[in-house]
């Protein structure tokens, strides 16, 4: 226990470094997925084509893999970018991959009949993916989006094994000086659970409540 | 076109190592699969079905397993097992905490699976002088396995790219392989596109598995 307490302060610059990573990702893949979203489902067929092969890439390799490949490929092609960049920028496109599949599939679930009721109303191109549209399509998106940010969070994880310094990595390196594995390793699970447990009751509640509305 | 020859003559020089690696990809996969399937059986069927206190534990076991990440647990494993006196090799402490993750996630698919079907025709079997047992395993059961073969295929699909973390714990597969050999060889990233793309075929043809049983079991469900 002692040994907790000690390294607490490290472990607890180690957590404030992985919730940052997560909220960038998660804020860039979230306003990149509602612009691919949208991009996804209009009427530019080479865009369309562009985004769906974007999604098939990254959602058929690992996030891992995704990691390594932007932790030597700036270095490559002659950016020197920090560790903690290159895995963010990973985590960030992987999220973006998510979030528009996300986006695009609750956009295409409304009913093709409300763009014809606006269209016949007289209500303009923009007013009706702005007004009508995008508010419904960003409420269903709610549980799915907080499920694939509780994935990120998770994801940030993975950063330990590229080698970017954060939770998980500070707390393999108080444990190879401590050897005190099950309350290093078990306070940082706990920590990691307090930050994706909420999140993913939230979905839930969130979930049930819209399966009452349909 | 010399960039392209030196390459391409890197791919063709790395080509055996990925192969083995893939094989313990694989192994991995084909090992965690069948136990977190059985293991989510069971969690499910003692939570829908078994005493209460058991029942409940099992659904903070669920809980924890699924807000925790999976890199974690491999170290748990990995680390903290020897010191009670368990050495596992890193290998199967990838396999078993791939299948204690995925077995979680599984587990709600499938008490959900039973929970959809069941009132009613439980109510039907009763009528009929049925008993619950029989019904369960000849009405129930085999009604819910044709619906949850498609998540578990899904899962299979994110099972296999999860199988990449056990490079945190020193074992090589795929993953690890391309970074060993990408610091040996003083190769570029390229070494990773090639991992990339045997991770991507593996997921394509999963899907299309996973495609061709979703169109015969939806068949099957009418």
């Known amino acids: ?214 | 076109m010399d960039w392209l020859i030196v390459k391409l003559r890197l791919i063709g020089s790395i080509y055996p190592q990925m192969l083995d690696a893939l094989g313990v990809t694989l192994g991995i996969a084909a090992l965690a699969l069948p136990l977190a399937v059985v293991l989510a059986a069971v969690i499910a069927a003692v939570r829908l079905f078994g005493p209460k206190p058991i029942a409940m534990a099992l659904g903070g076991w669920i809980e924890l397993m699924r807000n925790t990440p999976l890199l974690l647990q491999m170290f748990l494993l990995y680390f903290a097992l020897p010191m009670l006196g368990w050495r596992l090799d890193g290998f199967y402490c990838g396999v078993l905490a791939i299948a204690f993750q995925h077995s979680a996630f599984l587990a709600e698919t499938f008490r959900g699976a039973i929970e959809t079907i069941s009132r009613r025709q439980w109510e039907a079997a009763r009528a009929l002088g049925i008993r619950d047992s029989t019904a369960l395993w000849h009405l129930i059961l085999p009604q819910a396995a044709v619906k949850v073969a498609a998540p578990i295929g899904n899962q299979l699909i994110i099972l296999v790219k999860d199988t990449s973390v056990v490079s945190g714990i020193a074992v090589l597969d795929l993953t690890l392989t391309g970074k060993i050999i990408l610091e040996r060889n003083a190769a570029s990233f390229e070494v990773f596109i090639v991992v990339a793309t045997f991770y991507l075929a593996l997921t394509v043809l999963l899907g299309l598995l996973v495609r061709f049983v979703e169109t015969r079991t939806r068949a099957m469900v009418g």
């Open chain 1, 1 to 214: 226990m002692d040994v907790l307490v000690q390294s607490l302060p490290y472990l607890a610059k180690g957590a404030l470094q992985t919730v940052w990573m997560a909220v960038v990702a998660i804020f860039v893949g979230s306003v990149a997925g509602l612009v691919l979203g949208l991009a996804a489902v209009s009427r530019f067929t080479a865009l369309r084509w562009l985004i769906d092969a974007y999604i098939f890439l990254t959602r058929g390799i690992p996030i891992l893999v995704l990691m390594f490949i932007t932790y030597y490929a700036f270095p490559a092609m002659g950016y020197r970018v920090s560790s903690y960049a290159a895995v963010t920028v990973a985590l960030a496109l992987y999220a973006t991959a998510f979030y528009t599949d996300i986006m695009r599939g609750c956009l295409q679930s409304l009913p093709r009949g409300q763009t014809e009721a606006a269209k016949s109303l007289g209500m303009g191109r923009m007013s009706i993916i702005f007004d009508i549209l995008l508010p419904q399509a960003m409420k269903s998106s709610l549980p799915p989006w907080l499920n694939t940010s509780i994935v990120m969070v998770k994801s940030t994880s993975y950063s330990a094994i590229v080698g970017a310094w954060e939770l998980t990595y500070a707390a393999k390196e108080v444990v190879e000086r401590t050897l005190a594995t099950f309350e290093i390793f078990g306070a940082v699970m706990l920590f990691y659970f307090a930050i994706c447990y909420p999140l993913s009751l939230l979905s839930t509640h969130l979930e049930k409540k819209t399966a009452v509305v349909h």
